[in-house]
T-cell receptor
Framework: KAGVTQTPRYLIKTRGQQVTLSCSPISGHRSVSWYQQTPGQGLQFLFEYFSETQRNKGNFPGRFSGRQFSNSRSEMNVSTLELGDSALYLCASRLTSGSLSGANVLTFGAGSRLTVL | AQSVTQLGSHVSVSEGALVLLRCNYSSSVPPYLFWYVQYPNQGLQLLLK??????LVKGINGFEAEFKKSETSFHLTKPSAHMSDAAEYFC???????????FGKGTKLSVKP
């Protein structure tokens, strides 16, 4: 069974540009969550999508957005990039939304490392 | 509000020694607790989870953790460290029914030969 696939793995952008990251969940998983990992702030929740709807959102500015397609694949977009957006962006999928009980645990991809110059 | 505190950003042990990584949580409701491991240039891998069943939880790679409500702790242990255990370990608590994780700052484990 293939895991969570994130593309691209590495990318470099300059300030003011925008970026789109892609995530393909494990087959059968319908919920996709995104997290940002930085040395200073650690791992922080961005948002979760289920059935093409945003179900939950963390405390990030509106420059961070996402969407989910009918096949459960998800993309996140960051507009008007700032230096502080340099981070590892992790996608995680699980069976469904709601509590993390039973088999409904998060499985993470390898991440997309974004560097903003 | 829920939060997680991991004591010690770096822990160093000798190969074969006991591994103890500390995690304390704060939660207004019975928590779900998790330990994840991250190897360099990789994502997070689930080691084990506590979801209100047995308080002693066994995970992969010989790790286990004990949920102690009175101490609000969920420390991770392994009886004998292996060189391959060198990685960063994250404790996390889930936010009730919403399902997103609140992570601790992480503990980097080094294993000396």
């Amino acid at each position: 069974k293939a895991g969570v696939t994130q593309t691209p793995r590495y990318l470099i952008k300059t300030r003011g540009q925008q970026v789109t990251l892609s995530c393909s969940p494990i087959s059968g998983h319908r919920s996709v969550s995104w997290y940002q990992q930085t040395p200073g702030q650690g791992l922080q929740f961005l948002f979760e999508y289920f059935s093409e709807t945003q179900r939950n959102k963390g405390n990030f500015p509106g420059r961070f957005s996402g969407r989910q397609f009918s096949n459960s694949r998800s993309e996140m977009n960051v507009s008007t990039l700032e230096l502080g957006d340099s981070a590892l962006y992790l996608c995680a999928s699980r069976l469904t939304s709601g509590s993390l009980s039973g088999a409904n645990v998060l499985t993470f991809g390898a991440g997309s490392r974004l560097t903003v110059l | 509000a829920q939060s997680v505190t991991q004591l010690g950003s770096h822990v160093s042990v000798s190969e074969g020694a006991l591994v103890l990584l500390r995690c304390n949580y704060s939660s207004s409701v019975p928590p779900y607790l998790f330990w994840y491991v991250q190897y360099p240039n990789q994502g997070l891998q689930l080691l084990l989870k506590y979801t209100s069943a047995a308080t002693l939880v066994k995970g992969i790679n010989g790790f286990e953790a004990e949920f102690k409500k009175s101490e609000t702790s969920f420390h991770l242990t392994k009886p004998s460290a292996h060189m391959s255990d060198a990685a960063e370990y994250f404790c996390a608590v889930s936010r009730g029914s919403q399902g997103n994780l609140i992570f601790g700052k992480g503990t980097k484990l080094s294993v000396k030969p």
